[in-house]
């Protein structure tokens, strides 16, 4: 069946770290990966996606490369500022029209 | 465009009650989706429509829980009789035929049941 694990949060971090949020997947087929993030409050936004093998989502700063070989999908960030806090999730999608499959959902916060 | 819109934002109510979540998607979107979150199950899919036709109830948790899509600008989901493991956020989200792959997800309705 198709899953999605992400890491146990929370995570704090100090303005300007470095991010990783790992995500690891298991699914029948050939999968869209996505990461959204959950603002305070708010619903879930799509941050990033990739379609297929080593391809690479980013936005707003935040990368993540789909790697078929290690079935990964890692969010990467190379310095977070306070306004990246938030609840990101990561998500496969094994066909268009098809259900997502959302990870527990990893609450960051970024510290000035 | 005004995005998905989730009416209400907050419903407090009594175990055994009824409750009504209403959802309005992003005008032209043909696939609609409910889902749940919870601290403990994180975030399940409940139901999902396509052109207001329910395609997976899989994740509907039992017979106490329904949901409809009279037409394309208009979903509701009910709960009757509500119990206090229901408290969750609900969220509704909308997307295109075309573009499947990006969900467009409503600010969510905190629902608590005491």
């Known amino acids: 069946g198709n899953s999605v694990t992400q890491m146990e949060g929370p995570v704090t971090l100090s303005e300007e770290a470095f991010l990783t949020i790992n995500c690891t997947y298991t699914?029948?087929?050939?999968?869209?990966l996505f990461w959204y993030v959950q603002y305070p409050g708010e619903g879930l936004q799509l941050l990033l996606k990739?379609?297929?093998?080593?391809d690479k989502g980013s936005n707003k700063g935040f990368e993540a490369t789909y790697r078929k070989e290690t079935t990964s999908f890692h969010l990467e960030k190379g310095s977070v500022q306070v306004s990246d806090s938030a609840v990101y999730f990561c998500?496969?999608?094994?066909?268009?029209?098809?259900?997502?499959?959302f990870g527990t959902g990893t609450s960051l916060t970024v510290i000035p | 465009d005004a995005g998905v819109i989730q009416s209400p934002r907050h419903e407090v109510t009594e175990m055994g009650q009824e409750v009504t979540l209403r959802c309005k998607p992003i005008?032209?979107?043909?696939?609609l989706f409910w889902y749940r979150q919870t601290m403990m199950r994180g975030l399940e899919l409940l139901i999902y429509?396509?052109?207001?036709?329910?395609?997976?109830d899989s994740g509907m948790p039992e017979d106490r829980f329904s949901a409809k899509m009279p037409n394309a600008s208009f979903s509701t989901l009910k709960i009757q009789p509500s119990e206090p493991r229901d408290s969750a956020v609900y969220f509704c989200?909308?997307?295109?035929?075309?573009?499947?792959?990006?969900?467009?997800f409503g600010p969510g309705t905190r629902l608590t049941v005491t």
């Open positions: 989200a909308s997307s295109l035929e075309q573009r499947t792959d990006e969900q467009y």
């Open positions: 699914a029948t087929g050939y999968p869209s």
């Open positions: 990739a379609t297929k093998a080593d």
């Open positions: 998500a496969l999608s094994d066909r268009p029209g098809n259900q997502f499959y």
């Open positions: 005008s032209g979107h043909d696939y």
């Open positions: 429509f396509n052109n207001n036709v329910p395609i997976d």
